[in-house]
């Protein structure tokens, strides 16, 4: 017996009854095309290449966060951009502090708890840093986004 | 080689920041399609999709006026939507558990966690042409088949031995 409150009238659709991307020989050989070593040379090239304006944009994000201030969605939004593309621009560190400053303030205010500004304050802090710094210190880097996901977790298990 | 198979399909790129457009229509240009429109947001999109043949949508979720959920439910359930089949992979740098499952619900194809990799992104446009989903129509969905994998949480569609009224399209 199917469960209380579910569809009962259910139509499945499969792949030959409907318009597909590729014809099945146009597929095979689309396949070949995603598994040889020419196309990941030339998406390398294209990876590569968008990198220095990615870099540029990061730092641009980094003074719009900067500037949000108190501003909190401005600042998510910003801190977004950051975690959406900076580690495809090179830039693992600050992606990697982004993405946990936009995990806590997501969970934060999703479920409608007061933002510790401090912590917000941190995040923010490091990110500029690890955005702005040269060498982008991986090892340094990474210690630091380990301590401030700890610090993010510890409160958000003490404010639950 | 490089580029066979892909070269008569229309992409149309559905994302609100410029560097990551420029980027997607790379990698795509990079397995040989050429033809690619892009949007800034779900508006512009459908628009688009409506003047143009799209073979493959790439959105992200997070745009305004209207997002990647809201476009991707007008694509599959819009009674004026120009191709309810049409693979959509979303990317999105909002990677948790609840927005993914919103992504699966509003009838995604794949969903590609930013940051984006070429591997990545090749991977689930392989999926898509090597194990095309079944399409599921029922009471509060339309889109591909959500399961698969076991989940005790799913609230879709059942297909089991005991499921009422399923039935086959070929």
């Given amino acids: ?45 294209a990876m590569e290449a968008s990198m220095p ?24 939004e910003a801190a977004h951009e950051i975690r959406g593309f900076a580690e495809t621009a090179g830039m693992v560190t600050t992606g ?8 806590y303030m997501d969970d934060i205010m999703r479920f409608g708890r007061t933002l510790d500004t401090t912590i917000v304050a941190l995040h923010v802090t490091a990110i500029a840093r690890a955005a702005r710094a040269e060498d982008d210190n991986v090892r340094t880097g990474q210690t630091v986004a380990a ?7 510890k409160r958000l298990s003490e404010s639950e | 080689m490089s580029g066979a198979g892909f070269e008569n399909l229309k992409a149309l790129i559905v994302e609100d920041n410029a560097h990551m457009r420029s980027l997607l229509r790379a990698l795509l240009n990079a397995i040989g399609i050429k033809d690619v429109s892009e949007a800034t947001n779900g ?16 959105t992200d979720l997070a745009m305004k006026p209207m997002d990647g959920l809201e476009f991707t439910r007008y694509v599959r359930n819009h009674d004026h939507s120009p191709n309810p089949f049409v693979p959509i992979i979303m990317i999105s740098g909002h990677t948790e558990k609840y927005r993914v499952e919103a992504a699966r619900d509003a009838g995604v ?8 990799t070429a591997h990545n992104l090749f991977a ?28 005790d949480d799913y609230t879709g569609p059942w297909r089991r031995k005991d499921d009422f009224q399923t039935t086959e399209a070929r």
């Fill in chain 1, 1 to 45: 017996m199917p469960k209380p409150g579910k569809s009962k009238t259910v139509q499945i659709i499969q792949p030959d009854a409907y318009p597909q991307m590729l014809s099945k020989p146009r597929a095979a050989r689309a396949l070949h095309t995603l598994r040889a070593p020419e196309t990941a040379a030339k998406a390398q090239v």
């Fill in chain 2, 43 to 58: 508006q512009i999109a459908i628009q688009i999709l409506r003047e143009r043949k799209s073979d493959l949508v790439l």
């Fill in chain 1, 53 to 76: 304006p990615m870099r540029a944009a990061i730092l641009q994000y980094v003074e719009e966060m900067e500037r949000a201030g108190s501003d909190m969605t401005r600042l998510f």
């Fill in chain 2, 109 to 116: 194809t794949e969903f590609l966690a930013k940051p984006i």
């Fill in chain 1, 96 to 103: 990697r502090i982004a993405e946990v400053l936009c995990r």
């Fill in chain 2, 124 to 151: 689930r446009i392989g999926e898509i042409v090597e194990r095309p989903r079944a399409f599921v129509r029922c009471d509060n969905y339309f889109g591909p088949d959500r399961r698969r994998h076991q989940n």
């Fill in chain 1, 147 to 153: 301590e401030l996901a700890a610090l993010v977790a």
